[in-house]
């Protein structure tokens, strides 16, 4: 393409007032690019604030099913759902993370029930499960055992789809873990089951209010989930991930955190030409709420501004703790 200089063009012609501005935009923000998070505890008509993500709240199941109607009104079309598990069901086999009657498995039925138009996602990973706070079943060593781990998460699949989820989401970076959720779910007749890989997932610093949220922190210590998720200096290998989990049978796939990794989202994107989702994740919602409360930052501007990022790089939509609010301002 060859420019023409100036005068003959001028940039800021495109530029020079809003109709012009819209008709040109190359990215646009609709409530169906969203996926809202949401943290659900036991208990009645009871929320809970988490201290380092403002404006987040547990919620039992009864507010749960309120929230979904009210993004479902929204046009935002699923919500995925993590649930808040008392230390006293987290064991070394987490056998919590399989039990139908489990707070998501509840969870997800309710809202399959009550607010059938809106999608429901899950995340298959032992980590509100484990008494030590991995995402899978810890060794003697401390290690991490990949094919133990994927006994197990089969299992907790499995569950989920008798109790209704649409979207499975594993997020544990088992190796292999998606072929045999894949096959499991098509020996069970479930075969518009969707999963959602996070095949992308690093090693990220950005998860630690997500911890807080869930409880998880505490049990993990200080340890850390590097023999698993990705290193952050990484990408070429997000592009082997992403082959693996499709080859298995994954319908779509999400890279996590988000905003660090917009160059792995675009990446992936044109690699691959499938679905692709970005995470926003707690830590970036963190923040973006910390500036925004002491007023360093406009809320409605940098909110729209990073989530329209997504867009640009690639993504289909973004799973965002902003979404709810964000689908308020757009419509
Ligand atoms: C659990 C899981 C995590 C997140 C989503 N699923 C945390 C982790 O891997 O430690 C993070 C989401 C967020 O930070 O918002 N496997």
């Known amino acids: 393409m060859s420019e023409t200089g100036y005068p003959t063009t001028r940039m800021r012609r495109l530029r020079s007032c809003d109709f012009i501005r819209r008709m040109v935009s190359e990215s646009n923000l609709t409530p169906a690019d969203f996926i809202q998070p949401i943290f659900v505890c036991e208990g009645e008509n009871y929320r809970e604030p988490i201290a380092s993500m403002p404006g987040i709240d547990r919620l039992s199941i009864d507010l749960l099913i309120e929230k979904s109607r009210k993004l479902r009104d929204l046009g935002i079309p699923a919500i995925a759902v993590f649930p808040v598990v008392s230390k006293s069901k987290k064991t070394k086999w987490a056998e919590e993370s399989y039990n139908p009657d489990g707070l998501a498995q509840r969870a997800i039925s309710a809202v399959r029930e009550s607010v059938p138009e809106i999608g429901v996602m899950a995340d298959v990973a032992l980590d509100p499960f484990t008494i030590d706070g991995h995402d899978g079943i810890s060794n003697e060593d401390g290690y991490v055992e990949n094919d133990v781990t994927i006994d197990v998460i089969v299992k907790q699949a499995l569950s989920q789809a008798r109790a209704g989820v649409q979207i499975i989401a594993p997020s544990e970076m088992m190796d292999g873990r998606v072929g045999a959720i894949r096959q499991a779910l098509e020996s069970e007749g479930f075969h518009n089951v969707l999963i959602l890989s996070y095949a992308v997932k690093y090693a990220s610093a950005f998860y630690g209010p997500f911890r807080d949220a869930v409880g998880s922190a505490s049990e993990l210590g ?7 998720q990705m290193d952050p200096a990484n990408s070429n290998e997000a592009i082997r991930e992403v082959a693996l ?87």
């Open 245 to 331: 989990d499709l080859a298995e049978g994954a319908d779509m796939v999400i890279v996590k955190p988000g905003l660090p990794y917009l160059d792995v989202v675009r990446r992936v994107k044109s690699e691959f030409n499938v679905p692709t989702f970005a995470y926003q994740v707690s830590g970036e919602y963190a923040m973006l709420m910390a500036a925004i409360q002491n007023g360093w930052l406009d809320e409605r501007k940098v909110i729209i501004e990073t989530l329209s990022a997504f867009k640009r790089a690639g993504g289909d939509g973004v799973l965002s703790y902003f979404s709810e609010r964000a689908a308020e301002w757009i419509a």
């Open 222 to 228: 200080g340890r850390d989930k590097r023999t698993y």
